[in-house]
Nanobody
C-alpha cells in the first residue's frame, strides 16, 4: 500500500549540496503518528540514520550530521526532501527514505524506498 521513491542526482561534486526527494504514495506524510526518515549506507558499512521529519513538520537530525543537514517537506506533493551540504567523498552512499513508526530511537521502519546511489566525486 505505502510506497516511497527516492529521486535526485547520482553524482555530486565535493563541497556542493546533496539534494534528494522522497515521493510517498499510499499514505499522507501528515498522517499521525509517523516519522519520515532518511538513512544511508556507505559502501562496506552499516546503515546510518540521518534524520526525520515528523507528521507535524518538525525535523530532527543525527548529531554528527546536524550542522550540514536539512529535511523539509511539500505536503501538496506528498514529498519530503534531504539536503546535505558541504559534501565530501565520505558522503558517498546508498541513500534511503523510509517510514518510521516510532520516532524515539527504536528505528521501526515498516516501509522503505528502493535506495539511490549517490557518489561524491569531481
Amino acid at each position: 500500500q505505502v510506497q516511497l521513491q527516492e529521486s535526485g542526482p547520482g553524482l555530486v561534486k565535493p563541497s556542493q549540496t546533496l539534494s534528494l526527494t522522497c515521493t510517498v504514495s499510499g499514505d499522507s506524510i501528515t498522517t499521525n503518528y509517523y516519522y519520515w526518515s532518511w538513512i544511508r549506507q556507505p559502501p562496506g558499512k552499516g546503515l546510518e540514520w540521518i534524520g526525520y521529519i515528523r507528521y507535524s513538520g518538525s525535523a530532527y537530525y543525527s548529531p554528527p550530521l546536524k550542522s550540514r543537514t536539512s529535511i523539509s517537506r511539500d505536503t501538496s506533493k506528498n514529498q519530503f526532501t534531504l539536503q546535505l551540504s558541504s559534501v565530501t567523498p565520505e558522503d558517498t552512499a546508498v541513500y534511503y527514505c523510509a517510514r518510521d513508526r516510532a520516532g524515539w530511537g527504536t528505528y521501526e521502519y515498516d516501509y522503505w524506498g528502493q535506495g539511490t546511489q549517490v557518489t561524491v566525486s569531481s
